[in-house]
């Protein structure tokens, strides 16, 4: 072939037809190449035209061509171009959570007292207020996570989530704790969302279930960012109930309906995890299997936590709970 300067360039490719491209061997082989030649061949009736086009490779713009791997990430693939959305999704999402927190124990943090204004039981105050902190402490570190993934300050995010995976596991047995010594402490009568005191230990100890069993998914996954950032944002959405319930405008359309009989506290935290996943595939154009599988769980655990509470089994166990 004829260079256009003057003299002869060998053809490194023979084959005729189609737009085709082919890598340099340096390329080819995955070995790490600052500079990799791409060669363009197009092939039409009349002419044969033959370029070079130099691509300077970095990490953050490494390519995958025709089949080859890119030299600076041999695992590189097609990655979507709406991923910088997906990434804000979860931040935008997990300080909506927070949010919410800080609404719905609002007279927590602003009085001192429960919902709606009473004292805290003062034999369990101190449990309260521990309780709160680790609540507060999971929602406000939920929501920086995700902020440093898309800050691109992975190793920071890597070393707040040990941090964050013992968080988790004091905030389990602490929720489990106040969930069981606050129901000893309020009147057996008592009625919230169709249960009576009894029955509606199960919605926190579910609750806190649910919450230790995506927390754990999502460790376990940790270098699975498409089961990691999912399986952590149904943790925070999972133990949302307790502050959403406390927010009476969001619950009072359904009270003495079908919807409380089935849902009971969970109804809002359902409607709030289907917006959440609507928002998230018209922003990234992709159904996210993994968030609808996880979503899916919670909402059949709600479901069966409702139902469950009103049932003779249940009665059996919070009654060992509480002896």
Not at 47 to 52: D, K, L, M
Not at 81 to 99: D, G, K, N, Q, V
Not at 101 to 107: A, D, E, N, S, V
Request: charged share 15%; hydrophobic share 50%; aromatic share 8%.
């Amino acid at each position: 072939m004829s260079s256009p300067h003057g003299g002869s360039r060998r053809n490194p490719i023979r084959n005729r037809g189609p737009l085709q491209y082919r890598v340099d061997s340096a390329f080819a082989s995955g070995k790490p190449a600052p500079l990799a030649l791409l060669v363009v061949e197009k092939t039409c009736h009349k002419a044969h035209h033959c370029g070079i086009l130099r691509l300077r490779l970095t990490p953050r713009n490494a390519i995958h061509l025709n089949g080859f791997p890119s030299p600076m990430n041999p695992n590189t693939t097609h990655r979507s171009a709406s991923r910088p959305h997906e990434r804000w999704f979860y931040t935008i999402a997990s300080i909506t959570l927070l949010a919410f927190t800080l609404i719905g124990f609002r007279m927590f943090y602003l009085q001192g007292n429960a919902f709606p204004g009473r004292p805290l039981p003062p034999p369990i105050r101190p449990l309260l207020i521990t309780h709160g902190v680790l609540m507060t402490a999971w929602m406000v570190l939920s929501s920086i996570q995700p902020l440093l993934v898309a800050m691109h300050r992975k190793r920071v995010h890597m070393m707040l989530g040990r941090f964050g995976a013992l968080l988790a596991a004091a905030l389990v047995v602490v929720g489990l704790c106040v969930g069981i010594e606050a129901t000893k402490v309020t009147p057996p009568d008592l009625q919230r969302f169709g249960l009576v005191t009894k029955q509606f230990l199960a919605v926190p100890v579910g609750s806190i279930v649910l919450f230790g069993g995506f927390v754990l998914a999502g460790v376990l996954n940790r270098r699975r960012p498409e089961i990691h950032r999912p399986m952590m944002l149904l943790a925070s959405l999972s133990i949302l109930s307790a502050a959403l319930a406390r927010i009476p405008v969001l619950n009072q359309w359904y009270v003495g309906t079908r919807l409380e009989t089935f849902f009971t506290a969970f109804l809002v935290m359902v409607l709030l995890g289907m917006l959440l996943l609507a928002i998230k595939l018209f922003l990234t154009r992709k159904f996210d299997r993994w968030f609808a599988a996880g979503f899916t769980l919670l909402t059949a655990s709600s479901v069966g936590i409702s139902l469950g509470a009103r049932t003779q089994v249940w009665d059996q166990i919070s009654s060992f709970l509480l002896r």
